[in-house]
């Protein structure tokens, strides 16, 4: 099994940064693919961003150019930096992680965008 356990989040005001973080831990490690969907008060959970293990990336058209994910396959960690945040960023962010088998989800961090 794996767990996910994020860090990071909090309130930001419009146009600021903000980074979180995902430290993976368990026995099917290092994760295939590892990303971050995030859940609007009364919306459905969406994607945002993943990175495979060679780097290769993805991004959902609303951040691209806005926000960069990365990763440490050392030390099994992914982070969202965020900048110029906007109030529609304003979610529940969960990290998730996928195993050839698996996919794994994080608890949530919460990330306010507001004035």
């Known amino acids: 099994q794996v767990q996910l356990v994020e860090s990071g989040g909090g309130l930001v005001q419009p146009g600021g940064s903000l980074r979180v973080s995902c430290e993976a831990s368990g026995s099917r490690l290092p994760l295939n693919m590892m990303g971050w969907y995030r859940q609007a008060p009364g919306k459905q959970r969406e994607f945002v961003a993943f990175i495979d293990n060679d780097g290769g990336t993805a991004y959902q058209d609303s951040v691209k150019g806005r926000f960069t994910i990365s990763r440490d396959n050392a030390k099994n960690t992914v982070s969202l930096q965020m900048n110029r945040l906007e109030p529609e960023d304003t979610a529940v962010y969960y990290c998730?992680?996928?195993?050839?088998?698996?996919?794994?989800w994080g608890q949530g961090t919460q990330v306010t965008v507001s004035s």
């Open positions: 998730w992680g996928r195993s050839a088998t698996s996919n794994y």
